[in-house]
């Protein structure tokens, strides 16, 4: 969930509220509700995250030991 997407659904609650955008604390909420959403989203795939980076690193470790090779 985007800061946008927190100020769009404020907006379906709000309506139309002229300074709704600029509204400094209504900003710094979204934005903690963002984050808030990111790092859930982190926790929730953390186990499947790990297993994308092992393998991230395997890869990594087999190329640079073909380009030591100089086959690469």
Do not use: H
Not at 44 to 57: G, L, R, S, T, V
């Amino acid at each position: 969930m985007t800061q946008q997407d927190v100020f769009d659904m404020a907006r379906e609650v709000c309506g139309k509220w002229p300074r709704f955008m600029s509204n400094p604390n209504l900003q710094a909420f979204a934005k903690l509700v963002a984050a808030k959403e990111r790092e859930r989203i982190i926790a929730e795939n953390k186990p499947e995250i790990e297993k994308c980076n092992a393998y991230i690193k395997e890869l990594e470790t087999k190329l640079y030991a073909i380009k030591a090779r100089g086959e690469a």
